[in-house]
Each structure stands twice: as structure tokens, then as C-alpha cells.
């Protein structure tokens, strides 16, 4: 039985006071969503959306005896202090008890003063910049951060000798943290970074940076841009002749998006990536998963983002069933920290000390099969976690 789902329009004055007092035991434990759902980010908002939904399809929408309402906000992925007013009116207003979603890091950044003023836990399934945590005692990670993808995509180019690379990241602060993470592993293994190159956040154009990527000849360019942002630039990539020059493509695994990787054709063929999910991930968690996600949004696949909401909902029914159905936010909080459990992308924790999550990462090959373009892991590192 699926969840209630609430939609409200964008708008409407921002509450300032604090929570009211907790919902009784048995009345609907309500969920604030917040995501893109219209704007350049809108596919984030999608794949998480329908990743809630299908976790309730396959678990029900009950747990620790609460039956789960789901408050869904369109906050368009740019603007946040459009963010910030939907979590003051969800927390006040709507009083829910649980805040989720959160597609970048600005936008995660602007509800986290409300989630520690109401004392709501605070689940973040998309963003992914290392400090994000730290910036309210109320968040619990379920995405990643980009450390976890960087380090090891440099500790693997290093071994493939790769000992010369260009980083190119989009200029704000996932990028500058997956330029720092790789440039620092990969010097420290041995390599060398001769150029680092920073491209907008908005209508980013690629070709002159792509030029200077030539120019430089390294043996690899290492490319991290936002989910849906990898189209254009792989395009690109090929286009200026940098396969052909000998030039390396390696990233994160946002570049390759699985909900879009079908329609980035030929030129993505071939890159290496770090991630935490595949698609492809080959278990019997990632096949249900992915039966679920098809039965509530057909024609979709299941990317990474999908997988931190999917977690996001698990990790919020387990709290519910620990605490016996409370609504109280510091109770909810402490049987979150540390909980582990079996993820569609493996095995995972969520750090009793820092409460962000500890995962596998897989280095993982963009190849053809099946009339299909999957991105299929073919090495696996252990149970990383970001140590910032």
C-alpha cells in the first residue's frame, strides 16, 4: 500500500517558530520531500521521488506501528532560500518529523539551521560535499560524498599507469572537493597535475576547456560535473579528438549517469569511474530494487541518486521500528547512528560518530551489452569512508 502522497505549490509565507509539540502515538508520521522537480535538476527529483515510492511498494507504509505520509516540495534546485522556507513551513506548519532529500549542497546547506532548531533528523540522499554533515548534529547521510570516489579513481590511475592528468570540475563545492581529493592522492601516489580547470555551474560552455585539455596532453583528464551535466561533455570530449590524441577519460560516477546513459552514446564508451551504485550491480537487493523502481516509474532506470532515496526511506522506517513509532527527534537520531544494513549498492553504515554513510566503492568500465549501456564494476574497494 503506497504512501500518501502530498504536493503543494512553490509559495507561501515561511513559518518562524519553532516545532509544535510531537504527533500522538498512531497518528500518520509525515515526511518532509524536498527536491527538484522542475528546473535543470529535475531528474534528481524524479529518481528519488519514485525511489521512495518504490521502497514503500515493496515494504509497506507502515513502520514501528506509523503509517508514513510523504510531504513532497518542489524547491527547482537553485534557489536556497526557496529550500529553506519549505523546511520552516514543514516543520512548523505541516509538522513533520523527518526532512529528506536535498539535491545539492547549497540547498542542503539552507535547511540544515531548521532541521536543528526543530530537532528534526535530517536524511540527505543527494548531495554530496564532504562537510555537509557537520553542519547540523541532526543530518544523516545516505548519498556520498565525493572523497569516497575520488581517492580511489586516483590510487587506480596511479596503478594503470596514468602519471599525468588534467582535472576538470564544475566551480562549486562537490567540485572543488573531488579537484582536491584526486589532485592530492594522485600527487602523493606519484603523478603530476599540471593543469586544474574549474568550468560554471549554469550553461557551462565545455569546448574551450576541452581545447586546453588537448593543448596540455596529459595521459588522462579527470571530469566531475553534476548528474545530467556528463551528456554534454563526454559529446564533447570525442568531439574535439581527445580519444584519439590519447587522452584518458576517468571520473565520478555522476558523469555517467545511469538514468541517462542510454542516450550518451558511443563517446562515454570506455571511461573508467568510481562510484558507490551501478544499475549493473549485480545482487539480489539491486534486482528487487530495480523490479520496484520499474513498477512505479516505468521507462526509467534506477541511477545513484535513486539509491540514497531508496536508503533514505529504509533508514527512516528502521528508525521508526527501533524507536517504537516515536516522533521524538533525538530518539530517532541515536537509532539512526550506526545502523548498518544490505543496500542495492552493498553493504553499508551509518558512522555513529560522524553520521555520514560508509560504503563500498567500485572502479567500473562504461561498456555496451545487450543493445544496452551499462557501467559494469570490475573492482571493488572495502567499506570507504570520508576521513575529512
Same mark, same amino acid.
Given at each position: 500500500?503506497?504512501?500518501?502522497?502530498?504536493?503543494?505549490?512553490?509559495?507561501?509565507?515561511?513559518?518562524?517558530?519553532?516545532?509544535?509539540?510531537?504527533?500522538?502515538?498512531?497518528?500518520?508520521?509525515?515526511?518532509?520531500?524536498?527536491?527538484?522537480?522542475?528546473?535543470?535538476?529535475?531528474?534528481?527529483?524524479?529518481?528519488?521521488?519514485?525511489?521512495?515510492?518504490?521502497?514503500?511498494?515493496?515494504?509497506?507504509?507502515?513502520?514501528?506501528?506509523?503509517?508514513? !505520509?510523504?510531504?513532497?516540495?518542489?524547491?527547482?534546485?537553485?534557489?536556497?532560500?526557496?529550500?529553506?522556507?519549505?523546511?520552516?513551513?514543514?516543520?512548523?506548519?505541516?509538522?513533520?518529523?523527518?526532512?529528506?532529500?536535498?539535491?545539492?549542497?547549497?540547498?542542503?546547506?539552507?535547511?540544515?539551521?531548521?532541521?536543528? !532548531?526543530?530537532?528534526?533528523?535530517?536524511?540527505?540522499?543527494?548531495?554530496?560535499?564532504?562537510?555537509?554533515?557537520?553542519?547540523?548534529?541532526?543530518?544523516?547521510?545516505?548519498?556520498?560524498?565525493?572523497?569516497?570516489?575520488? $581517492?580511489?579513481?586516483?590510487?587506480?590511475?596511479?596503478?594503470?599507469?596514468?602519471?599525468?592528468?588534467?582535472?576538470? +570540475?564544475?566551480?562549486?563545492?562537490?567540485?572543488?572537493?573531488?579537484?582536491?581529493?584526486?589532485?592530492?592522492?594522485?600527487?602523493?601516489?606519484?603523478? $603530476? +597535475?599540471?593543469?586544474?580547470?574549474?568550468?560554471?555551474?549554469?550553461?557551462?560552455?565545455?569546448?574551450?576547456?576541452?581545447?586546453?585539455?588537448?593543448?596540455?596532453?596529459?595521459?588522462?583528464?579527470?571530469?566531475?560535473?553534476?548528474?545530467?551535466?556528463?551528456?554534454?561533455?563526454?559529446?564533447?570530449?570525442? !568531439?574535439?579528438?581527445?580519444?584519439?590524441?590519447?587522452?584518458?577519460?576517468?571520473?565520478?560516477?555522476? +558523469?555517467?549517469?545511469?538514468?541517462?546513459?542510454?542516450?550518451?552514446?558511443?563517446?562515454?564508451?570506455?571511461?573508467?569511474?568510481?562510484?558507490?551504485?551501478?544499475?549493473?550491480?549485480?545482487?539480489?537487493?539491486?534486482?528487487?530494487?530495480?523490479?520496484?523502481?520499474?513498477?512505479?516509474?516505468?521507462?526509467?532506470?534506477?541511477?545513484?541518486?535513486?539509491?540514497?532515496?531508496?536508503?533514505?526511506?529504509?533508514?527512516?522506517?528502521?528508525?521508526?521500528?527501533?524507536?517504537?513509532?516515536?516522533?521524538?527527534?533525538?530518539?530517532?537520531?541515536?537509532?539512526?547512528?550506526?545502523?548498518?544494513?544490505?543496500?542495492?549498492?552493498?553493504?553499508?553504515?551509518?558512522?555513529?560518530?560522524?553520521?555520514?554513510? +560508509? $560504503?563500498?566503492?567500485?572502479?567500473?568500465?562504461?561498456?555496451?551489452?545487450?543493445?544496452?549501456?551499462?557501467?559494469?564494476?570490475?573492482?571493488?574497494?572495502?567499506?570507504?569512508?570520508? !576521513?575529512?
Amino acid at each position: 500500500m503506497n504512501a500518501i502522497i502530498t504536493r503543494r505549490a512553490l509559495g507561501g509565507a515561511a513559518a518562524v517558530a519553532l516545532a509544535r509539540p510531537a504527533l500522538a502515538q498512531g497518528l500518520a508520521f509525515r515526511i518532509g520531500l524536498i527536491l527538484p522537480m522542475t528546473g535543470p535538476f529535475a531528474s534528481t527529483g524524479r529518481q528519488v521521488d519514485a525511489a521512495v515510492k518504490a521502497y514503500l511498494r515493496q515494504h509497506g507504509d507502515t513502520f514501528g506501528g506509523r503509517k508514513v !505520509e510523504i510531504l513532497l516540495r518542489d524547491d527547482t534546485g537553485v534557489a536556497p532560500d526557496v529550500t529553506r522556507r519549505h523546511a520552516q513551513e514543514l516543520a512548523t506548519r505541516e509538522r513533520v518529523r523527518t526532512l529528506m532529500g536535498f539535491g545539492l549542497t547549497p540547498l542542503a546547506l539552507a535547511a540544515a539551521p531548521v532541521a536543528t !532548531e526543530a530537532k528534526l533528523p535530517m536524511i540527505v540522499t543527494c548531495a554530496a560535499t564532504s562537510f555537509i554533515p557537520q553542519r547540523s548534529p541532526f543530518i544523516l547521510r545516505t548519498a556520498f560524498s565525493l572523497p569516497l570516489a575520488c $581517492q580511489p579513481m586516483a590510487d587506480w590511475a596511479f596503478r594503470n599507469n596514468i602519471k599525468s592528468v588534467v582535472t576538470l +570540475v564544475t566551480d562549486f563545492a562537490p567540485g572543488l572537493d573531488s579537484e582536491k581529493a584526486f589532485k592530492e592522492r594522485f600527487e602523493r601516489a606519484g603523478g $603530476q +597535475v599540471p593543469l586544474t580547470l574549474r568550468t560554471p555551474l549554469r550553461n557551462p560552455d565545455y569546448a574551450p576547456f576541452l581545447q586546453r585539455v588537448r593543448d596540455a596532453r596529459p595521459d588522462a583528464l579527470f571530469i566531475f560535473v553534476p548528474s545530467g551535466e556528463g551528456a554534454a561533455l563526454t559529446k564533447q570530449f570525442a !568531439e574535439r579528438g581527445l580519444p584519439e590524441a590519447g587522452v584518458k577519460l576517468i571520473g565520478t560516477g555522476d +558523469v555517467v549517469d545511469d538514468d541517462i546513459l542510454n542516450d550518451m552514446g558511443d563517446s562515454v564508451l570506455g571511461a573508467i569511474t568510481c562510484h558507490h551504485y551501478s544499475a549493473a550491480h549485480d545482487s539480489a537487493e539491486n534486482r528487487a530494487f530495480a523490479d520496484a523502481f520499474r513498477a512505479v516509474a516505468p521507462g526509467m532506470r534506477q541511477n545513484f541518486m535513486a539509491a540514497g532515496g531508496y536508503d533514505g526511506m529504509h533508514l527512516v522506517g528502521e528508525m521508526l521500528k527501533r524507536t517504537n513509532g516515536s516522533d521524538d527527534g533525538e530518539r530517532l537520531l541515536a537509532a539512526g547512528r550506526g545502523l548498518s544494513w544490505t543496500s542495492p549498492r552493498g553493504p553499508v553504515t551509518i558512522d555513529q560518530q560522524s553520521r555520514d554513510i +560508509v $560504503q563500498d566503492m567500485y572502479i567500473r568500465r562504461t561498456e555496451r551489452r545487450d543493445g544496452q549501456i551499462w557501467n559494469i564494476e570490475f573492482d571493488t574497494i572495502r567499506q570507504v569512508r570520508d !576521513e575529512g
